[in-house]
């Protein structure tokens, strides 16, 4: 049955406790935004006054070179993390078969009966590894994001394969493989680029916490009044990210630099055989803020649904995360105190989301409690 639409409360119980989602909202026909979708204009994003990103991916074929071509890619790699905390790149090891059956997968997941969807809702997922909702915190949010979403824990194989949606777990599997394979590679870059040679031990502790969400954004009949998903940094070390046809992915520019001017947005298009990738929170404590995070939020279409799948390359939640020794030698100030990323992790997903507000939770002498 249909809910109000005129009763938030009836919205509420159909999209996020029946498990409807926003699919469920859209295909009973639904002509307008509900209130509740209705985000306060400064937290939209104005699509004619943002920047599309110009500069062509990375080809990452290049890392495994010697020279000068090492040299330059090695360089686009450091000062995109620096600078943006965003940046494409191609010829990554991931195979665009495999692209494109992730896809098709997300596709196929969100077109189920509700009854295949609903098993992994959080009041009654047979595992907490496994969790289907909508929005981010809806009991939290003064205004919902237009999105649906199956998001999956990787703890080690033989879990995967257990707890993980039968229709989708091999290919998923196979995806984070190849996935954490480039993170492995682009992290060695950029922490030997800090003056760390970093062993299995310490990737292991940077990025033993992997989560693969698969987003779904349903057509929206007032894109211009909403957000997929609200302002926020990624808070982990490194995400991956496929993104398919149809774009709605800015990101805020934190100070004038070649993309543009401070407070501006840019538009990371969606680009054939790319991958994006991003720095997350932990990476810019790591670094004492060398490399930035990036604010970034996803803007529905009116026309076409839109499918995400990124791969968060997180710490252990029992790793302790500072700003290494040798770069706050260097910078003769350490900006973030020891964080343990567990703490972090709770902070972030017991809130609303609110831009980059929770990295004042590591930044010293700040008085955010995190609660």
């Known amino acids: 049955m249909a809910p109000n639409l005129d009763d938030a409360k009836s919205i509420f119980e159909f999209v996020v406790k029946e498990g409807n989602g926003i699919k469920g909202l859209v295909d009973s026909g639904i002509a307008k935004v509900p209130e509740v979708y209705v985000h306060p204009p400064n937290e939209r994003i104005d699509k004619q006054n943002a920047i599309k990103l110009q500069l062509p991916p990375i080809d990452l074929s290049k890392l495994d070179g010697h020279g000068p071509h090492l040299d330059e890619v090695t360089n686009q790699i450091i000062r995109a993390a620096e600078t943006l905390g965003f940046f494409q790149v191609v010829n990554h090891g991931v195979p665009l078969h495999l692209l494109e059956s992730i896809k098709d997968t997300a596709h196929k997941f969100f077109s189920l009966p509700l009854e295949r969807k609903t098993v992994y809702l959080a009041p009654v997922s047979p ?19 237009w999105k649906d979403y199956l998001l999956m824990q990787y703890t080690d194989d033989n879990e995967a394969l257990q707890y993980w949606p039968e229709e989708m777990k091999d290919v998923l599997l196979e995806y984070l493989r190849s996935s954490m394979n480039l993170v492995k590679k682009l992290l060695h870059v950029l ?75 840019i538009e990371i298009p969606p680009t054939p055989d790319v991958l994006v990738i991003n720095v997350g929170d932990m990476l810019q404590v790591l670094s004492n803020g060398e490399y930035r995070s990036a604010e970034h939020v996803v803007r529905p279409s009116s026309t076409n649904s839109r499918v995400s799948v990124p791969i968060f390359a997180m710490p252990i939640e029992t790793a302790k995360i500072a700003p290494l020794p040798q770069v706050v030698e260097k910078d003769g100030i350490a ?18 989301l609110a831009g980059k507000k929770p990295l004042e939770f590591a930044k010293i002498n700040s008085t955010h409690t995190g609660s």
């Open 127 to 145: 595992t907490p590894l496994v969790k289907y909702g909508t929005s981010f915190r809806p009991d939290k949010e003064k205004a919902l994001g």
């Open 191 to 265: 922490l030997r680029n800090l003056g760390m040679e970093p062993d299995d031990s310490m990737i292991h502790v940077l990025t033993g916490n992997t989560m693969i969400n698969m987003i779904f954004y349903p057509p929206c009949p007032n894109p211009d009044l909403t957000v997929g998903i609200g302002r926020h940094s990624d808070i982990g070390i490194l995400t991956v990210l496929s993104q398919y046809e149809t774009g709605g992915l800015y990101v805020k520019i934190e100070e004038d630099s070649d993309y543009g001017k401070e407070g501006q947005w």
């Open 335 to 352: 900006l973030y105190r020891e964080v343990v990323f567990g703490d972090y992790m709770n902070n972030i997903f017991e809130n609303a």
